[in-house]
């Protein structure tokens, strides 16, 4: 199976957000990312329901919803109603993890749990039968553009030994950094998903760096 792309759309230019949505449609790319803070867990603010409802009506394609918030289970239902098809939490945003993994599945969307640079993949065990996606950061959450982490490579490998082992079968997908350098060596280690946002969007070409790493 060929890698899932799933373009950020907080990098996207914001005044012509329709035209890019519709790049993303019109490409290779399998999904929309969007990245969601409020300025408490991470040090930035990003966009709301409103905005997303307006992405929803244009997508035709899978809405990747990444919660950098916290309390994220408060906000479940509502962004089930914004359209919201896999729910991302953060492992350290949650206090009941396991339960807040159940109110996902509960309102029909698929569940993912992400993790910090600083997180052992070994915290997941306990739950790794229950997701479809873990994603791996491979920046520091809260701002786009940032240097990719080296060590994510060995993070990947671990964890998709951990996936074997438990017999599990979500996907693992990778935000932060992601270029077309990396993007090999990341499918190498066991990727099934990259996150790309500065460098599709600020791309000459966005469509065409979507198909390069489509094709990695």
Same mark, same amino acid.
Not at 31 to 41: A, S, Y
Not at 161 to 166: A, H, M, P, V, Y
Not at 180 to 206: C, H, M, Q, R, Y
């Given at each position: 199976?060929?890698? !899932?792309?799933?373009? =950020?759309?907080?990098?996207?230019?914001?005044?012509?957000?329709? @035209?890019?949505?519709?790049?993303?449609?019109?490409?290779?790319?399998?999904?929309?990312?969007? *990245?969601?803070?409020?300025?408490?867990?991470?040090? %930035?603010?990003?966009?709301?329901?409103?905005?997303? %409802?307006? !992405?929803?009506?244009?997508? &035709?394609?899978?809405?990747?919803?990444?919660?950098?918030?916290?309390?994220?289970? @408060?906000?479940?239902? +509502?962004?089930?109603?914004?359209?919201?098809?896999?729910?991302?939490?953060?492992?350290?945003?949650?206090?009941?993890?396991?339960? &807040?993994?159940? =109110?996902?599945? =509960?309102?029909?969307?698929?569940?993912?749990?992400?993790?910090?640079?600083?997180?052992?993949?070994? /915290?997941l065990k306990d739950?790794? #039968? *229950? /997701?479809?996606?873990? /994603?791996?950061?491979?920046? #520091?959450?809260?701002?786009?553009g940032q240097s990719?982490?080296?060590?994510?490579?060995?993070?990947?490998?671990? /964890? @998709?030994?951990? @996936?074997?082992? =438990?017999?599990?079968d979500f996907i693992?997908?990778?935000?932060?950094?992601? #270029?077309? +350098?990396?993007?090999?060596?990341?499918?190498?280690?066991?990727?099934?998903?990259?996150?790309?946002?500065?460098?599709?969007?600020?791309?000459?070409?966005? +469509?065409? &760096?979507?198909?390069?790493?489509? #094709?990695?």
């Amino acid at each position: 199976m060929s890698v !899932i792309i799933a373009p =950020s759309i907080l990098a996207a230019d914001f005044g012509n957000l329709q @035209r890019d949505c519709e790049m993303v449609n019109n490409s290779k790319s399998d999904w929309f990312h969007l *990245d969601i803070m409020d300025g408490v867990f991470v040090p %930035n603010i990003s966009y709301g329901m409103p905005i997303i %409802n307006k !992405i929803n009506e244009v997508a &035709t394609k899978t809405l990747d919803v990444h919660l950098m918030i916290i309390d994220p289970e @408060r906000y479940i239902e +509502t962004f089930k109603n914004v359209g919201a098809d896999i729910l991302t939490v953060h492992y350290e945003a949650c206090t009941h993890l396991h339960k &807040t993994i159940q =109110s996902i599945k =509960s309102n029909g969307m698929k569940a993912g749990v992400a993790l910090n640079p600083h997180t052992s993949v070994d /915290l997941l065990k306990d739950v790794l #039968n *229950d /997701l479809d996606l873990v /994603l791996v950061m491979s920046v #520091n959450p809260g701002f786009g553009g940032q240097s990719f982490i080296e060590n994510t490579y060995e993070k990947v490998r671990n /964890l @998709r030994i951990l @996936r074997e082992k =438990s017999g599990s079968d979500f996907i693992i997908e990778i935000d932060g950094g992601v #270029n077309i +350098t990396n993007a090999p060596k990341l499918i190498e280690a066991g990727a099934d998903a990259l996150v790309a946002g500065s460098f599709v969007f600020k791309s000459d070409n966005p +469509t065409q &760096t979507i198909e390069d790493l489509k #094709n990695c």
